[in-house]
T-cell receptor, first 114, second 109 residues
């Protein structure tokens, strides 16, 4: 089955620790995205990548880092510099960075920092 | 980037038709309009996409006027399971895929 997989579904970390969220897709999509969603809010873009070894900051990149060493993988690291990391994180991919294609989303990772 | 504006919330009853309008005043010539549906604790999923006039699929219709400055998602005969958040996006070639706050649709029995 083709799709986009995020792991783990739930993640607990102590304050001050870095944590890496996994996102893998086997759709052969060029572009990948990371979003953060807080309760009752919309999706806010953290980082996106349109091609391997290249990525751009979104609206709320501070305290986060990413890498895109392989086309199918786009891990997100939540660093200790992120002041309020508890949130629902969503990864998405799209076939090509043009206008008439749809994005596919993973099922999300709920991160709780205690 | 074309910014979108949609109502924060809407209520409806089972069996009614629901129309959610999105405004995108500075949409560019090559931009498409895409709607997504999101249930709690899940990723959004694609509903429908269009460029102009009317598009219909098995779950919804999308109406886009000639000036393309707005679009209306139409859900026929909604059921309780259509309770969700609906997002309108304008896809551009730079493809930042920026989501707004969405419209929370509550379907009541």
């Amino acid at each position: 089955d083709g799709g986009i997989t995020q792991s783990p579904k739930y993640l607990f970390r102590k304050e001050g620790q870095n944590v890496t969220l996994s996102c893998e897709q086997n759709l052969n999509h060029d572009a990948m995205y990371w979003y953060r969603q807080d309760p009752g809010q919309g999706l806010r873009l953290i980082y996106y990548s349109q091609i391997v070894n290249d990525f751009q900051k979104g609206d709320i990149a501070e305290g986060y880092s990413v890498s895109r060493e392989k086309k199918e993988s786009f891990p997100l690291t939540v660093t200790s510099a992120q002041k309020n990391p508890t949130a629902f994180y969503l990864c998405a991919s799209i076939d090509r960075p043009l206008s008439n294609t749809e994005a596919f989303f993973g099922q999300g990772t709920r991160l709780t920092v205690v | 980037l074309a910014k979108t504006t949609q109502p924060v919330s809407m209520d409806s009853y089972e069996g009614q038709e629901v129309n959610i309008t999105c405004s995108h005043n500075n949409i560019a010539t090559n931009d498409y309009i895409t709607w997504y549906q999101q249930f709690p604790s899940q990723g959004p999923r694609f509903i429908i996409q269009g460029y102009k006039t009317k598009v219909t699929n098995e779950v919804a219709s999308l109406f886009i006027p000639a000036d393309r400055k707005s679009s209306t998602l139409s859900l026929p005969r909604v059921s309780l399971s259509d309770t969700a958040v609906y997002y309108c996006l304008v896809n551009n070639a730079g493809n930042m895929l920026t989501f707004g706050g969405g419209t929370r649709l509550m379907v009541k029995p």
